[in-house]
């Protein structure tokens, strides 16, 4: 068997632990040759490729990123390169010239759509949910998710501190898209007073009432908001539009709407930090690291089983699978009911 490895959309910390779990998975129990596809699926057009053995993937457990390069706007059904045509054939015949029997593919809902496009093509796929968003569906955790809040919960940590000595209003926008769960965790983990999310709706007055409220006693206030919360208005904050691209909105900047609001309102300053990229930079928590072996091997494993059209899945704290079609290019929010909103609610934080 020769199994093509490829990592699409944006980085995430664990890629390459699931790179090198899946290859010395391959290559011990399933006697395999691993080639890795550079940038994503762009690799398939222009195929720029590596061989991965033992030896190439050493040392990658802990290292953040994708020795692979990834790339998040490339889909060959619709390629950027080429006015948006579809240049899939040209995929394909790289396949072949390969000689890839399959493909495991390792990214986020965008990625598991064209693979599951590939595989009506006839060429065998199996995905890995890669996301800190953690909004894969039919999975209830993708790697990255927990490194991702461990960064926005040393961030809360680090704000307090001014916060509390300065007695300001400090606010930390996450990533997440649309899904609250990055801010709604993150925001616990790091004692947020107020977290706000994509999934309810944000009262500004009633978030300054509550400001205002601890503006005497304890001083200060900490909010955590997701990047796809929306305020009053309804709108959400679009730092820039991204044409020809499969997700062509780039979100940020809601921190900022709010704290131009709330300084209209409090006599306290109130400062935002927007946590961007560095969610997304650096070694995957242990957490993280463990979860991406366990996929990494259950991919090899549905590999030699010869499963194919499937995307790995964490449910409770058991790895298993789902059908790639079930998941492609869908969701999954944080629901109104979860529990962890009555968790939250019940100690006394604010959400919205
Ligand atoms: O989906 C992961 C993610 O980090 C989102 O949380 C964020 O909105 C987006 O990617 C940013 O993408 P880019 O790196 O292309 O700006």
């Known amino acids: 068997m020769h199994i093509g490895i490829l990592t699409g959309g944006g980085d995430c910390p664990g890629l390459n632990a699931v790179i090198r779990a899946v290859t010395l998975a391959l290559i011990n129990e399933a006697q395999a040759r691993v080639t890795g596809i550079e940038q994503g699926f762009l690799g398939l057009l222009t195929g720029r490729s590596r061989p991965l053995d033992a030896h190439a993937v050493e040392g990658l457990l802990a290292q953040g990123g994708t020795v692979l390069g990834t790339h998040n706007r490339c889909d060959p059904f619709h390629f950027f390169g080429a006015q948006g045509a579809d240049c899939s054939a040209q995929a394909m015949d790289c396949v072949r010239r390969l000689g890839l029997d399959a493909l495991v593919a390792i990214g986020g809902d965008g990625t598991m759509a064209i693979a599951h496009r590939f595989e009506a093509l006839g060429l065998p796929v199996v995905g890995v949910p890669k996301t800190i968003d953690n909004d894969l569906f039919h999975t209830d955790r993708s790697f990255g998710f927990d490194s991702a809040v461990a960064v926005v919960a040393d961030a809360l940590d680090r704000l307090e501190t001014t916060a509390r000595s300065h007695g300001r209003v400090m606010i930390a926008e996450t990533m997440g ?68 691209s499969p997700d062509p909105l780039r979100l940020g900047g809601v921190g900022h709407a709010l704290e131009r609001a709330l300084s209209q309102q409090l006599d306290s300053e109130v400062r935002t930090t927007l946590l961007g990229h560095v969610q997304r930079g650096g070694s995957p928590t242990p957490f993280d690291r463990v979860l991406a072996t366990r996929f990494g091997y259950h991919a090899a494993e549905l590999v ?29 929010c944080v629901p109104t009911d979860h529990p962890l909103l009555r968790t939250v609610r019940g100690i006394g934080v604010m959400l919205g």
């Open 177 to 244: 898209r649309y899904a609250g769960w990055i801010a709604l965790e993150g925001g616990i983990a790091g004692g947020a007073d107020v977290i706000l999310l994509p999934e309810l709706p944000v009262d500004v007055d009633a978030v300054a009432a509550h400001c205002r409220a601890r503006e005497i006693d304890p001083g200060y206030t900490l909010i955590c908001i997701g990047e796809g919360a929306r305020l009053q208005d309804g709108e959400l904050t679009v730092r820039e539009r991204i044409a020809d």
């Open 304 to 332: 030699r089983q010869q499963r194919f059209g499937r995307m790995v899945t964490l449910q409770g704290d058991t790895v298993g699978s789902v059908a790639i079609a079930e998941v492609a290019g869908r969701n999954r």
